[in-house]
């Protein structure tokens, strides 16, 4: 089973900056729609962002469109979640995920949709 890696979390004071890779090794990514999740304690993993593969589509939750952007490097096999006007509230672990099948985003969707999953890369915000 194709296991994808996230990398890039850390301690960040509030309002910093950090930038999230997920990666395949030995599997190309180019082909699949990638989403990123976050997991914060005791709360239910949620949707954060998607990128497609096919129809260039993004899609973004409500709590962070404006301060994050996702982008791929297919050249490099590599999502990106560049993550700026970090708030506490962004404190969680967060995921990529995919189904390795559609290429472009549906939206926003449950973690259910999922049922692979890296160990994911903690993002910790201080106030």
């Known amino acids: 089973q194709v296991q994808l890696e996230e990398s890039g979390g850390g301690l960040v004071q509030s309002g910093g900056s950090l930038r999230l890779s997920c990666t395949a090794p030995?599997?190309?990514?180019?082909?699949?729609?990638i989403h990123w999740f976050r997991q914060a304690p005791g709360k239910e993993r949620e949707g954060v962002s998607c990128i497609s593969s096919h129809d260039g589509s993004i899609y973004y939750s409500d709590s962070v469109k404006g301060r994050f952007t996702v982008s791929r490097d297919n050249g490099e096999n590599t999502v990106y979640l560049q993550m700026n006007s970090l708030k506490p509230e962004d404190t969680a672990v967060y995921y990529c995920?995919?189904?390795?099948?559609?290429?472009?985003?549906?939206?926003?969707?449950?973690?259910?949709?999922?049922?692979?999953w890296g160990q994911g890369t903690q993002v910790t915000v201080s106030s």
């Open positions: 995920a995919t189904d390795f099948y559609r290429s472009n985003c549906p939206g926003i969707v449950p973690h259910t949709w999922f049922t692979n």
């Open positions: 030995g599997f190309n990514l180019d082909y699949y729609a």
